[in-house]
């Protein structure tokens, strides 16, 4: 899924936009999303100068988007504008390397239960192959009154 079909499926844009290109994605069960860090991202610029350091909670971030897409497309929904994808809690998250402008971020998600219209996933975020950060995601779509 190109930049294009992400858009699809995600409500946010710039400079909020976290996940590049879904490499796989199996509905109702599991994403493999990218993310590259680059320099030129707006919050380098405070984090930390001299030593830019990608804030873990645009980690959790980026994986609570890559799971935005995998629940949209499990049930074959689109964002919309009288529907916005919250996430609703974040449990045992740690991080375990600091990622860098250059780092290709690998997201994988996998749904772990759905009830009531909220989902609860488990999400890693690797660079190179080693673990980076692990967390539980708990999201949810609900309609805008």
Known sequence: MDIK?????????YPFLM???ILAIEPGKTVHAVKNVSINEPQFQGHFPGNPVFPGVMIVEALAQAAGVLAFTSTG???????VYYLAGVD???FKKPVVPGD???LHVTVDKVKAGIGRFKAVAQVDGQTVCETELLCAVRTIE
Do not use: Y
């Open 104 to 106: 290709q971020l690998h």
């Open 5 to 13: 079909a992400v858009m699809e499926h995600l409500p946010h844009r």
């Open 77 to 83: 929904d689109k964002p919309n504008e009288k529907t």
């Open 92 to 94: 045992k998250t740690r």
């Open 19 to 21: 996940i590049d290109r």
